[in-house]
């Protein structure tokens, strides 16, 4: 990190709460006037001029000679805007056989991007992983490598970003896990360490549909059935940091056992290995994803009805997470998606059965996210850390 990129960081993490509400505005709606600033963040239009001057300074944020309006003397109208390249943030998405990294620019905008397959998927491997691939992503930005601010990195399960702790991860394998310090230690860079589906919910606040919506939720179906909040403005964890885990609700049959040891989850109908292990119960042989995908599209009863399950499942747990919290918008997201016409329909039914009044008036729309848009959605939480 060069003199400037450390003065930057500085600047963002000691600054005042107004300080750092404009910040957070500049970055996610930029180029914004500074009245539009001081409605959205409720600040007073001097409060807002005084928070964006030390920005200025620094040269995160751009903001031409204020123009003047007739009759309103000295109330500045050209809009302020954040200089894109003046940090870049790394950020990486764990998957069970790769990791992908992007190195982007503070709207997120991909400069480089890289991958490496996983033999294993052990805390140390991974590590080793992580630590060639950002090697690669530094060589490729050359010069511009000095403005790297840090590092997010993203994983499925109960993460808790305070501590950089991997409470638990069923699809990795890994218990208390104290990954982010161990890999600051490694990388010497300042590591920020997130739940996937909470990054991608940054990253879709950003550069997705966030910037149309104030809420919306996302929910991922495939190997495990995750969620995002965002409401209001805010990426919602809750005080445990698992606020809206709908892949645990309990809708399904109790004799239905979940990965996470309950019974009656979502999760333990709706995920691919659910889906999986119905399909092959019922034809008494082995059958995989791809095979259960086949057969379902030719016709084959028990793997539609294995689909038809699942998705009615995933659509009454949208209906009671759009019941209890109200986004405008659900997108659903995850390898899954590549096969939503098999859920689709179904799914839908059932969110319209079980959403109640008004609720039932919220779109659901697929959205195929590319690893590299989850990869994005790190280096988001990781810019995000920033300004918390
Ligand atoms: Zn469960």
Redesign the pocket.
């Known amino acids: 990190m060069d003199h400037d990129t450390a003065t930057r960081t500085t600047l963002i993490r000691s600054a005042s709460d107004a300080g750092s509400k404009v910040f957070a505005t500049i970055l996610t709606r930029s180029p914004i006037s500074r009245i539009d600033i001081a409605r959205h963040t409720g600040l007073s239009q001097a409060a807002v001029t005084k928070a964006v001057s030390p920005l200025v300074a620094a040269g995160l944020v751009d903001a031409p000679p204020a123009a003047h309006r007739d009759g309103n003397p000295g109330r500045p109208v050209a809009p302020v805007s954040i200089i894109p390249g003046a940090m870049i943030m790394l950020g990486v998405k764990v998957n069970v056989d790769e990791v992908i990294a992007v190195a982007t620019d503070l709207t997120t905008a991909v400069l480089a991007a890289d991958h490496r397959r996983l033999d294993a998927h052990d805390p140390e491997s991974v590590l080793d992983a992580i630590v060639d691939v950002v090697a690669t992503l530094e060589l490729e930005l050359g010069g511009r490598s000095a403005a790297i601010a840090g590092l997010g990195v993203s994983i499925s399960g109960d993460v808790d970003t305070d501590t950089g702790v991997v409470r638990e991860s069923a699809l990795m394998g890994w218990h208390d896990e104290p990954f982010a310090g161990r890999l600051q230690d490694r990388l010497g860079r300042p590591v920020t360490l997130e739940n996937d589906v909470h990054a991608l919910t940054v990253g879709e606040h950003w550069f997705g549909v966030g910037l149309g919506t104030d809420s919306f939720a996302i929910v991922t179906i495939g190997r495990g059935i995750g969620s995002g909040l965002h409401l209001n403005g805010q990426v919602v964890t809750g005080a445990y940091g698992v606020a809206g885990e709908i892949?645990?609700l309990p809708l399904a049959d109790p004799t239905r056992i979940?990965p996470?040891g309950?019974r009656g989850?979502v999760?333990?109908v709706a995920s691919t290995g659910a889906i999986e292990a119905t399909v092959s119960a019922s034809h008494g042989r082995e059958i995989g994803i791809d095979e259960a995908v086949r057969l379902a599209h030719d016709g084959d009863p028990a793997a539609m009805a294995a689909f038809d399950e699942a998705a009615t499942l995933i659509g009454t747990a949208i209906a009671t997470l759009v019941n209890l919290t109200g986004p405008q918008l659900v997108i659903i997201g995850g390898e899954g998606v590549s096969n939503f016409d098999l859920f689709d329909a179904t799914l839908r039914s059932a969110f319209e059965a079980h959403a109640f009044g008004a609720a039932a008036r919220c779109p659901i729309v697929a959205r195929p996210h590319t690893f590299e848009d989850w990869a994005r959605g790190a280096a988001a939480a990781a810019i995000q850390s920033l300004v918390r």
Do not use: I, L
Request: proline fraction near 0%; include cysteine; glycine fraction near 12%.
């Open positions: 892949g645990h979940c996470c309950r989850c999760e333990a």
